[in-house]
């Protein structure tokens, strides 16, 4: 098929903190060395911070290196943290909260700011655009260019094409993005990161990837209950009850609003435990409902977190590019913090790789790339926290934080030895039968909701008549394998409605639906599925959520 074709000196896969600043700092390089790039972002969210979801509780280190003069220049960072609350939730009732004294101070935010981190990638796309790099929203980035064995680039997908695969009127085909380096910067299981690092074996003799899944609501509050910069973080219940792992976080922003979410680890191994689930019934414990009871609930949305940390993260150089943030996973799980890692990888990967175009390379890979990550901040923090998700993962989230608190507080440093976890979060799913069933109570529509009301005020949406985006490899295993044994978790642990069983409209029984207009790319059902069989690749460009100040 002929394509249109584009040519750029560097190409960026993903508009978020990692891809923006590097297109950033590599575009300060150039004119501080008085020369012309050419530098292009392409984002498959319908505008820049679309699909941008996090916390956010926002180091400012790499914003500093970046743009020392951020606050001058209007970026969003208004809400500075004033204190931290960490309760252990004992039960459904009861709480205690963690004396100061006794939180691992990875844990401490004194010095960081309560952002919505889409308002500050809407920012940074600003300062791009004004250095001079072209920004594209709402072109997905569906395919590599590789070309005797380097990445040449991308092809965006085709727009236009129905169900069945036929081209309806308007049909567009993609085009053909070239650059001498293209950087990946697509977020957690990016999915061409993801094809990147099994093609050229980049995660060899690395342990697997783990990750959680981070389910956030937004809510106006009552003024009276309302403290700016207030951060609260919770452990225990209700994830305990079910044997999961993870925590919540209530952060107080500006203007009588609060980010409230639960992060439930994916290496849970009951199949009946549903994340959204746990979230809504986190909301009825008495530290959080205090806050929310009487306000109103205006944004929803979910996105998997990859923090396997420093023991999983793959090489991050191949021929032709580089991988960038949470796309290699770089988030610091121990700090619950990754737009700040991000960044930093970002603004690496952009002096490497203008010092490469400076020499003038094209394609080669950026060898000198790892040296330059091991000399940085970003490599000494992951390090440092390498045995941090291991240790919660083995021993739970009390012991493992004791472990957390001895190597941060009173080591000041990293125990001597490591820490592996080396099974993948889909393989430690038990069989049903084995499993204790969970019975969630129903929405009270106030507190609690469904997820099809929740997927509505996430604004997503898709074309209805394209090809579906998630991927069975063998259609029969949902049926035949995982419902008989694992009682079909895709049902449970999407938390947007995509996967049902259901009865088929013939009578011949049970069928696997895909709800695929409700996906808002959370990329759960690509890391979860116990068989593997689920491959998330991109929709038509501008489709999923559209997230407002999240």
Request: net charge negative; glycine share 10%.
């Amino acid at each position: 098929m002929e394509r249109e074709s584009m040519e750029f000196d560097v190409l960026i896969v993903g508009g978020g903190p990692a891809g923006l600043s590097a297109a950033c700092r590599v575009m300060q390089l150039a004119q501080e060395a008085g020369e012309e790039l050419t530098v292009c972002v392409v984002e498959k969210g319908s505008e820049i911070g679309a699909h941008i979801l996090a916390g956010t509780v926002f180091e400012p280190t790499a914003l500093n290196e970046l743009f020392p003069d951020w606050k001058e220049k209007g970026a969003p960072l208004n809400t500075p943290v004033t204190r931290d609350d960490i309760f252990l939730l004992k039960n459904q009732e009861n709480a205690t909260k963690i004396p100061n004294a006794f939180v691992p101070k990875n844990m401490h935010n004194h010095g960081n700011y309560i952002i919505s981190l889409g308002n500050l990638c809407r920012w940074l796309a600003e300062q791009a655009e004004q250095l001079g790099v072209e920004v594209y929203p709402g072109f997905a980035a569906s395919e590599t260019i590789v070309e005797d064995g380097q990445v040449k680039g991308i092809i965006t997908g085709d727009m236009g094409v129905a169900r069945d695969g036929s081209e309806k009127d308007g049909y567009m085909p993609g085009m053909e993005l070239r650059a001498k380096y293209t950087l990946f910067t697509e977020g957690c299981r990016g999915h061409l990161g993801k094809r990147l690092i099994s093609e050229y074996k980049l995660d060899e003799g690395k342990d697997p990837q783990h990750y959680g899944i981070g389910i956030k609501e937004l809510w106006d509050i009552d003024p009276a209950k309302h403290e700016p910069g207030l951060v609260v973080h919770t452990t225990g219940w209700p994830l305990n009850e079910s044997g999961s792992t993870g925590g919540s976080f209530l952060y107080h922003l500006e203007n009588g609003q609060v980010y409230v979410g639960l992060i439930t680890d994916l290496a849970y191994s009951n199949p009946h435990v549903s994340p959204f689930e746990e979230f809504q019934r986190l909301k009825h414990h008495p530290e959080v409902k205090k806050y929310l009871e009487g306000g109103k609930r205006v944004a929803y949305g979910a996105r998997a977190i990859a923090k396997g940390g420093y023991n999983a993260l793959p090489k991050m150089s191949f021929p032709g590019g580089l991988l960038l943030g949470c796309d290699a996973g770089t988030l610091n799980s121990s700090k619950i913090k990754g737009s700040h890692t991000a960044m930093k990888s970002g603004l690496l990967g952009a002096e490497a790789v203008f010092e490469a175009l400076k020499e003038g390379k094209t394609g080669e890979e950026i060898t000198s790339f790892q040296k330059r990550f091991e000399d940085s901040w970003l490599y000494k923090e992951l390090y440092a926290e390498r045995n941090f998700g291991p240790a919660m993962h083995k021993f739970g989230n009390i012991i493992g934080g004791a472990v957390a608190f001895f190597e941060q507080n009173i080591l000041r440093g990293s125990l001597p030895i490591t820490f592996r976890d080396t099974t993948p979060d889909y393989a430690t799913m038990k069989p049903a039968s084995e499993c204790k069933k969970i019975n969630y109570p129903k929405p009270d529509n106030k507190l609690t909701f469904d997820r099809l009301t929740s997927v509505f005020i996430s604004n997503t949406n898709h074309e209805e008549d394209q090809p579906v985006h998630l991927k069975l490899t063998d259609p029969d295993i949902p049926l035949k394998e995982n419902l008989p044994k694992f009682d079909e978790p895709a049902q449970r642990y999407c938390p947007a409605g995509v996967y049902e069983v259901v009865e088929a409209d013939d009578g011949s029984g049970k069928k696997f639906q895909i709800n695929a207009q409700n996906c808002v790319h959370c990329k759960t059902c690509d890391i979860k599925d116990p068989a593997q069989n689920i491959t998330w690749v991109t929709p038509e460009g501008g489709g999923g959520p559209n997230y407002p100040n999240m």
